[in-house]
């Protein structure tokens, strides 16, 4: 009976807890309920209705039953995948870097990481414009050594540099969590085994490390499809991406419910591309691994 009343107790305790956790996190679920769920919901149930308001399949018939528009979500997602590409490329040695440095040395490249956070989007778009530019400092390099200086603005590699800039930061901060997380005996430990430097790192750091390369590669690849200042200042009408579109049908020809489908479109597409990606990473237990 002592035993029973105890198991009573607790489950008088724990109830309370459970109550205070949830009027807790209440305010944050309301908030996303309400500035993420329904403009969702709103968004799908448009992309059903014609502009007189009837039910419609025709915005997604006539989206999948367009190549121009099968070929722009291919470009958006092939952007998409290439500034998560070059993030990485980037982004992993610099937090490689970033790993046995002292605090002050950290605390000064992460201020440098986060700087163009700091700055209006509009902001580094331009500035991005003035660098790349048939006036600007890299066409100015490039006649100096007697080459004739490429198209740099207003095609896909402009588009590419500009996010690969932006997106930086969210490819480097899961890296850094990631790589601070293992353990620094081990590769010492390997060494101290005869394992030369190179499979220490493709054995133990790159594997042990393929979370933050995960969490960083779903921030950039779902913020970059979904962009459009960049993108639109830096390629311009000649870049063909699905968030210049969604635009294009909202404000110019003014035909909402197909620019939801465009919309819905892609954040199924991206959803399912990032939950594949996911998967493929994962297995056994459900433990991140590499390769």
Known sequence: MAAVGRLAGGARLSRPRWRTGLLLALPAILIFALLFVAPLFTLV???????????????????????????????????AALTTAGCLLVGYPFALYLR???????????LLLLSPLLISMVIRAYGWLVVLGPNGPVAAVIQWLGLTPPQLLYNDTAVLIGMVHVM?????????????????????????????????????????????????????????????VTPAILGGPKVKLMPYFVYTQATTTLDWPYAAAIG????????????????????????VVFG
Do not use: E
Request: charged fraction near 15%.
């Open 168 to 228: 930086l930061a969210y490819m480097v901060l899961p890296l850094m969590g990631s790589l601070d997380r293992i353990d620094p005996t081990l590769v010492p430990a390997a060494k101290g085994l005869g394992a030369p430097g190179w499979t220490c790192f493709w054995r133990i750091t790159l594997p042990l490390s393929a979370p933050g390369m995960l969490a960083g590669a779903m921030i950039v690849f779902s913020l970059t499809a979904s962009s459009f």
């Open 100 to 110: 046995g440095r002292s605090a002050r040395v950290r605390n000064w490249l992460a």
């Open 264 to 287: 819905f479109v892609l954040v199924v597409v991206t959803t399912g591309l990032l939950l594949g990606y996911s998967r493929l990473l994962r297995r056994g237990n459900g433990q």
């Open 45 to 79: 149930a448009n992309s059903f209705r014609t502009q007189t308001g009837a039910f419609t399949l025709g915005n997604y018939a006539r989206f999948l039953g367009d190549p121009f528009y099968r070929d722009v979500l291919w470009n958006t997602l092939k952007v």
